[in-house]
Every structure is written in C-alpha cells, then in structure tokens.
C-alpha cells in the first residue's frame, strides 16, 4: 500500500469519526452550558459559562434515579428471558434431535422478518386493555421476551462444540440438563456476553413500547420520561435545551460506557451469522 | 433449510416403525420414536415456543382480524357486536391523503438513506479493515450513535438543526429558511440523515463481517494482472460482499417502514403540515389517540406488504444470495 493511499484511508476514517462522535461532544458540552450558545464559538468549552445547574433542572422535573431503575428493570428482564430461552433452544436446535425441530427453527427465522409494527396495535389490545398490565413492568417486557437473534447465535456457537464432548458425558452417564448446565454453557461464555450487549441495547434504548404502555412517571423508562420532557414541559424551563441534554447524557452514558468497557466482544462475526441465520 | 429436519421428525406414520432394540421397552420406544431421538429438546423449548404464541402467532392473526371488522375499544370483558366489515378500513386507509403522504415519506427517506447507508458503511468498513493504527478508537467512534438511544440524541440535533443552530451559523446565507426540522421540502430528509448516521455503526459492522469472507488471493492475483485499487474495490470487494448488501438493504427497508421515534420527536409529531408523518406515526395516532385500532391495523397490513414487496425487488435486482 503507498504512503499517499494510507494517508487518505486515515484522513476519511478520522473526518468520518470526527462527524459520528462530534453530537456526542456538543451533547456534553450543552448540558454544562448556562445560557445555550449556539455560536461556533460555543462549542468550544467556556469557563464563565458552565454549569451543574441543568442536571438539577432536569432532576427536579423528571426523577432521574427512577427513571434509570425503570430503564434498567426493562433492560433486565427482557436480557433475562432472551438469555433463558435463547441457551435453551439454541442448544435444543443444535444439539438434539426431536421432533418439530424444523419447524421450530422456521418459527425461530420467522419471528425475525414480521415487523414488529404490525403486532403494535394488537399487542396493545392484548397487554394493556385484555390483560390489564398497562403500567406494569411485565407489560412491558412481554413483547421483548422473544429474541430470535439470541436463539440464532447460541445455535451458531452450539453447533461449533463437537458432538463427540457430549456424547462423552452421556456415556458416563450425565443427564441432559448437567450436559447442558456444566458443559455446553461454560462453553459458551463468549457467546453470553455478546448477547447480553446486544440484547441491552434493545430495551435501554426503547422508546415506543415502554411509551405507549406507560402513562404513570413513576414507572416510565428513563427515555419515555425524557421524551415526554421534551414534547411537554420543555418550554417552561429555564434553560429547556440545557436541560435536555443533560437528561440525554444520563440515557446515553450507561449504554455507552458498557460498549466502551466491552466493545473487544462486541464482535462483527456474532451479528453477522446471528442475523443471517 | 430443509437440512435440519431430522428423519425421526418426517417419518409420517411413527407408530408403523419397529421398536428400536433396547430402547427401554416398546411402550418407550415408541414414543422416542414419535418425539424424535431427544424429545427434551421440545421441553427446553417449550417456553419459547409459548411465548412465540402469545407475543407473535396470536397477535399477527389478531391484526389482520381488526383490519377487516369494524374494531374499536371497549371496556374489559364487555361483550360487543364487532362487524365484519371486508375492505371497508382499507378503502378509508388509501383514500386518506394524510396517511398516502406519509408513505410518500417513507418513499423519500428510503430513497435518501439506503443508498447513502450501503455507499458510505461499504467505504468505511472497507477503509477500517485494513487499519492497523487507532484501530479501537475508529471503531468506537462509529459504533457509538448505534448503541445510544434515539431519545437521547434527538436532542442534541434539534440544538444543532434549529434555527439559529450551530449547523445554520455554520451555513450562513446558505441555511434553508424555514429550517431543518420545520421546512416542508428539508424535514423527511434531515430525519433520512438522522437515522444513516445512527445506525451507520452496525451496518459497518456486517461489512466488516462480510469482507472477512472476501479471499486474499483475489486481491494478489488482481494485483499481479496490475489491478488498480479502485479497479479491485468495484470487481472485487462489492460482488464478494453481495449477501451483505443483500442484508443491508433489507434491515434498511424495514428501518424506514418502522420509522416512529424520530418524526415524532425530531418535528413535533410528523410536521410541518404531514411533510415528516411515517406510517407508524399515524398507526399511532388513529390507532390509540383517537381510538381507532382497526384503521392502524390496516395501515400496519398495507406496510407489511409494501416492505415484502420491496424486499423481494431488492432480492431480484441484487441477484439473490446463497446463504
């Protein structure tokens, strides 16, 4: 490769970065601005002009300790089933053999091509009106339970562990359930991780559902609360931008800093097969 | 994938096969037989498959119910007379200029984002896969608006795209007045971008994946026939990367049929005037706020099939993929 190409590769990579993180960094520095500074000169950081103050503003209106306990309840839940049934019929659908296995993982691929839009309006019905669980947690999680992604990528690494180890363990003797508790899912590991990143993105990040079932501001996930901030109540404060960004520094900050830690398992192959199937 | 279906699962009359030898008597070895070698695969997923019923079979066969009678919302347990209605919703959903406009929306932010999304996430994963230096740093800064929510971000554009926003300050006499977010011809497109840069990092993210795939000796051997690079990027790179393209096209198309978040929050629930409203922005607003759930059903039918269609186009024109 010349000198003159690889200066260019780095030239594009760094104006594109430059252009991805740049929002990031005005984010920042307009939740600390005073007064909002939209001169070019403001985004540059001004010590007469920062402040704490628009975390406060944004604390008094929406409770920003719950509304993180909510987002993260979500978040929980939903990685919960999606690891639970994801371990148990990846392994089921590369590991054994059993009737409706095909079938199954048509459904499995199935489930991923349906928009969810269209189940939008029933499942509303179903979970708000039928069911009554509209500001509940459970309501909220229910249409989440489901992860075909994670199905497909605990399939894709069970299929990598030779059948042999198995099959070794059940002549001496293990149940299926010890197989699968102490020598498939240890091996597994890496393949955990990257679902539950990825899965952890899905709900912190939600806004829709969580918005449409949630009317209570004690039980509505941090981005719902925000939202709602910004179509409502915006206009009375002080400081209304100020203190939206600071709201969003507070959503975005755990989503980011756990990709940050993490991003070494955040691997491209995973996403690949999981969405090819 | 017919491959996986094991013998044991097609057999079509389990009970005429002999009982396998030392299957643990014949009453066991029959219902192996009928189950399959390990039937506890269908009791590990069992949950799963419960769950797949109540949270996708029921409501899919549930939406298409509502598009066809006339649904509205009572209260619980109350038993009321919900007509068969035919195409009667789908008749008010085409002739209803609002909800048309807004799949014209769609149109436009899937003309501006999906060739800006395949051109730019190819050249960047292609330009990323080679780097030895800062390698980490590049990768985070383009996987970042990716993992972070659309609520938060929302945000700061409006800051940056309002009217004396930094963007404008920048442009000058060159800034579109109305702006941005609140210009009829500028609001569909400004979101189309919005939503490129956002889920830019994940694309980038498949390309890296795919161009794994790509063989090493291609490029040598290209090279030795005194190949340019920019000869090797379009007779190589692009056909060897084709299933990802394939992908990215689609996951691109049901982005834009998904499209909520943004127009409600970015201008104000789909203004000025319908310019930036989605099909599930009005699913929304017929549906729940004025308590018309078979319209949205409708809607929601019409999307589905409009993105099938297009997914099969993409397909045709970029020449299918093996996997």
């Not at chain 2, 017919?2 to 009982?19: I, K, L, Q």
Request: glycine fraction near 10%; include cysteine; hydrophobic fraction near 55%.
């Amino acid at each position: 490769m010349s000198r003159g190409q690889n200066i260019l590769r780095y030239a594009v990579l760094f104006a594109g970065a430059l252009v991805f993180l740049f929002p990031f960094y005005y984010m920042v520095i307009g939740s600390l601005q005073t007064e909002p500074d939209s001169t070019v000169a403001g985004a540059f950081p001004n010590p007469a002009n920062i402040t704490g103050e628009n975390y406060t503003a944004i604390n008094s209106r929406i409770d920003l300790l719950q509304g993180l306990a909510n987002s993260g309840i979500f978040a929980g839940g939903v990685i919960l089933c999606t690891v639970v049934f994801g371990v148990l019929v990846g392994y089921a659908l590369a590991q054994l053999q059993w009737r409706g296995r095909g079938i199954t993982f048509a459904l499995v691929l199935l489930v991923q091509v349906v928009p969810f839009q269209l189940l939008m309006i029933p499942l509303y019905v179903m979970i708000a009106r039928d069911y009554g669980l509209a500001d509940n947690y459970l309501g909220m999680i229910l249409p989440f339970a489901i992860n075909s992604t994670a199905v497909l990528i605990f399939r894709q690494y069970f299929l990598q562990v030779p059948r042999a180890l198995f099959d070794a363990a059940r002549i001496d003797g293990a149940g299926e359930l010890k197989i699968l508790w102490s020598i498939a899912l240890p091996l597994v590991r890496p393949a955990l991780l990257t679902v539950v990143l990825l899965t952890f993105i899905g709900p912190w990040n939600e806004f829709l559902w969580p918005f449409l079932i949630t009317k209570e501001a004690s039980l509505q996930p941090l981005a719902v609360s925000l939202a709602n901030y910004l179509t409502n109540v915006a206009a009375t404060a002080a400081n209304p931008f100020g203190a939206i960004l600071a709201g969003a520094c507070v959503l975005a900050a755990p989503a980011v800093v756990l990709f940050i830690l993490f991003q070494r398992h955040f691997v491209s192959s995973d996403i690949g097969s999981g969405v090819k199937g | 994938m017919s491959t996986t279906v094991s013998p044991e699962s097609v057999t079509p009359n389990p009970a005429a096969r002999p009982a396998r030898p030392g299957g643990g008597g014949p009453r066991r070895g029959r219902r192996r037989q009928w189950l399959g070698k390990n039937p506890l695969g269908l009791v590990l997923s069992a949950p799963y498959l419960a769950f797949v019923l109540l949270v996708f079979a029921y409501p899919l066969v549930f939406a298409f119910y509502m598009s066809f009678h006339d649904y509205f919302f009572a209260a619980p347990g109350a038993v009321v007379d919900r007509p068969f209605v035919g195409l009667a919703n789908f008749q008010e959903v085409l002739s209803d200029p609002a909800i048309i406009r807004s799949f014209g929306n769609v149109g436009i932010f899937l003309l501006i984002n999906v060739p800006l999304t395949v051109v730019l996430s190819l050249v960047l994963a292609t330009a990323l896969n080679k780097v030895v230096h800062a390698r980490t740093f590049l990768r985070v800064a383009f996987y970042v608006p990716y993992v972070t929510a659309s609520v938060a971000v929302v945000g700061v554009w409006i800051f940056l795209f309002s009217g004396n926003g930094l963007v404008n300050q920048i442009l000058g006499p060159l800034a579109p007045d109305p702006a941005w977010l609140i210009n009829e011809q500028w609001a569909m497109p400004t979101i189309a971008i919005f939503v490129t840069w956002k889920g830019m990092g994940f694309f980038i993210l498949l390309y890296l994946a795919a161009l794994q795939n790509v063989s090493e000796e291609l490029y040598e051997a290209a090279a030795t026939d005194g190949a340019g690079k920019i000869r090797m990027f379009f007779s190589i790179t692009v056909p060897g990367v084709r299933p990802a393209t394939v992908l990215v096209l689609l996951l691109a198309t049901v982005t834009g049929a998904n499209l909520f978040t943004e127009p409600y929050l970015l201008t104000g629930g789909g203004g000025p005037n319908g310019a930036s409203s989605s099909p599930v922005l009005l699913m929304y607003q017929r549906g729940i706020e004025q308590g018309a759930p078979d319209i949205a059903a409708a809607i929601g039918v019409i999307l589905v099939i409009g993105v099938l269609i297009l997914a099969f186009i993409q397909r045709k024109l970029a020449g299918g993929d093996e996997s």
